[in-house]
């Protein structure tokens, strides 16, 4: 893949990336409808998750031109998903509904680190109901919603988990 550009619309016409965005916004809406729907007052705005899942494959191509990186790993797609979920928040509290539920608050972050597990291959019901993981999950939540991360930190993060949950 070789866009003539580095700009968004050059990035975002080569097919392969088409193909990656809408797999990926696929797999993040099924996540929304299995695992966020019970909360009442969150809804999915598709056109905003659409370009997160675009700027993270903008932003992954840039890494590869300017690092001369074949391939990039999972971890760093886990990422970057990561990152423009977390920046552009496609799940939107809903104006006039009330939540007694703080993963109301959280959803956008829920969403990015349960898309980044399935990325990786790691099963989220599993992993996020495993108390083994709950201080992990609970600081890359606070992480993502407080704290500006960038995206190779949390790539790193990723890898390490991915060593530790897959046993290698």
């Known amino acids: 893949m070789k866009p003539t550009a580095l700009t968004?619309?050059?990035?975002l016409a080569d097919p392969d990336y088409q193909k990656g965005i809408a797999t990926h916004f696929?797999?993040?809406s099924q996540i929304y409808q299995k695992h966020l729907t019970h909360l009442e007052c969150v809804r999915l705005n598709e056109q905003i998750l659409f370009e997160a899942i675009g700027s993270?494959?903008?932003?992954?191509y840039r890494l590869r031109v300017f690092r001369e990186i074949q391939h990039e790993d999972?971890?760093?797609r886990a990422a970057f998903l990561m990152k423009?979920?977390?920046?552009?928040?496609?799940?939107q509290v809903v104006a006039g509904k009330v939540t007694k539920h703080i993963s109301s608050l959280l959803a956008n972050?829920?969403?990015?680190?349960?898309?980044?597990?399935?990325?990786?291959?790691i099963e989220p019901e599993k992993f996020l109901s495993d108390s083994r993981f709950t201080s992990?999950?609970?600081n890359i939540v606070y992480l993502l919603l407080?704290?500006?991360?960038e995206a190779e930190q949390l790539a790193a993060e990723l890898f390490l988990l991915e060593q530790y949950v897959k046993g290698r």
């Open 109 to 121: 972050e829920i969403l990015a680190v349960t898309l980044a597990l399935t990325v990786l291959g």
């Open 8 to 11: 968004a619309p050059a990035i």
């Open 74 to 76: 999972t971890h760093k």
């Open 56 to 60: 993270c494959y903008c932003d992954v």
């Open 26 to 28: 696929i797999v993040a």
């Open 146 to 149: 407080y704290h500006s991360c």
């Open 84 to 91: 423009w979920i977390c920046k552009f928040r496609p799940l």
């Open 136 to 138: 992990y999950t609970n």
